[in-house]
């Protein structure tokens, strides 16, 4: 089946810096990718759409100048987490799906574990 | 809005005991409905999906049936496994997901 990997799996920095977090396809492209955020024992709540080529789409409460996001290829999408503070802190995750849409099977990344110092 | 509201855990179960992790919806029209796995250290996967009312999703033992009429998508199991222990999540289309149950199968 379709892989997504995320890189890293865990990162810790000070408060202040940024953090940039990988998502692939490994096997397939995806024009389309989702970032969530999980907090312990929570919902995973949809951040923004990640579209290759285009500007992301941020659901509504997410500072998309705090989440940088950037899909440059149909295999990676970026999300960076500028000027982080404590309250960042959170497991993130992405996905993408075969075919573009959000009605359709997702393949999810590990997640990356971030906290912020 | 669209919502799913899944069954709190944590769940511990004996080895062969029948499962049930309770999921129910709010949402306009007909969605698809999914549950999604996650084992430790992975990433989610899905473990079955139903795309409209009395669909039956099935995979691995696992069984759920979309019921318009309850608004709900429960998961069974008839027997479980120390391998079945992970976290599973409910969710709707348009990427709306339950808080998701964690289960435990103790040998």
């Known amino acids: 089946g379709a892989v997504v990997s995320q890189h890293p799996s865990r990162v810790i920095c000070k408060s202040g810096t940024s953090v940039k977090i990988e998502c692939r396809s490994l096997d397939f492209q995806a024009t389309t990718m989702f970032w969530y955020r999980q907090f312990p024992k929570q919902s995973l709540m949809l951040m923004a759409t990640s579209n290759e080529g285009s500007k992301a789409t941020y659901e509504q409460g997410v500072e998309k100048d705090k989440f940088l996001i950037n899909h440059a290829s149909l295999t990676l999408s970026t999300l960076t987490v500028t000027s982080a503070h404590p309250e960042d802190s959170s497991f993130y995750i992405c996905?993408?799906?075969?075919?573009?849409?959000?009605?359709?099977?997702?393949?999810f990344g590990p997640g990356t574990r971030l906290t912020v110092l | 809005g669209d919502s799913v509201t899944q069954m709190e855990g944590p769940v511990t179960l004996s080895e062969e005991a029948f499962l049930t992790i309770n999921c129910t919806y709010t949402?306009?029209?007909?969605?698809?409905l999914f549950w999604y796995v996650q084992y430790p250290g992975e990433g989610l996967q899905l473990l079955l999906k139903a795309t409209k009312a009395d669909d039956k999703g099935s995979n691995k033992g696992f069984e759920a049936t979309y019921r318009k009429e309850t608004t709900s998508f429960h998961l069974e199991k008839g027997s479980v496994q120390v391998s079945d222990s992970a976290v599973y999540f409910c969710a709707l289309e348009k990427l709306v997901f339950g808080k998701g149950t964690k289960l435990t199968v103790n040998p």
């Open positions: 996905s993408a799906n075969l075919y573009g849409g959000i009605d359709n099977e997702q393949f």
């Open positions: 949402a306009t029209g007909y969605p698809s």
